[in-house]
Nanobody
């Protein structure tokens, strides 16, 4: 089993920054990749950013140039640095871990961008 614990969400003004963290524990050997997804009210969950075990990254077009995903393998933690936040970034952000053929999700952390 794998446990994912997210932190770092909150309320921020437009143009501000937040950093999300996701710490993985449990059976975390052989991880294929980790990432962040988000779900806004009334919308489907969407990919925000992912990072492979080799360090390759992929971002949604809507966050390219503003968000950066990174990981600390020693701490089994993945981060999402979010800059230049916009109201449309408001959503519940979920951490995701893939260890084929299984997929695990965190409980989610709320990010609200509002003045």
């Amino acid at each position: 089993q794998v446990q994912l614990v997210e932190s770092g969400g909150g309320l921020v003004q437009p143009g501000g920054s937040l950093r999300l963290s996701c710490a993985a524990s449990g059976s975390i050997f052989g991880i294929n990749g980790m990432g962040w997804y988000r779900q806004a009210p009334g919308k489907e969950r969407e990919l925000v950013a992912v990072i492979s075990s080799g360090g390759s990254t992929n971002y949604a077009d809507s966050v390219k140039g503003r968000f950066t995903i990174s990981r600390d393998n020693a701490k089994n933690t993945v981060y999402l640095q979010m800059n230049s936040l916009k109201p449309e970034d408001t959503a519940v952000y979920y951490c995701n871990l893939v260890r084929s053929p299984y997929e695990y999700w965190g409980q989610g952390t709320q990010v609200t961008v509002s003045s």
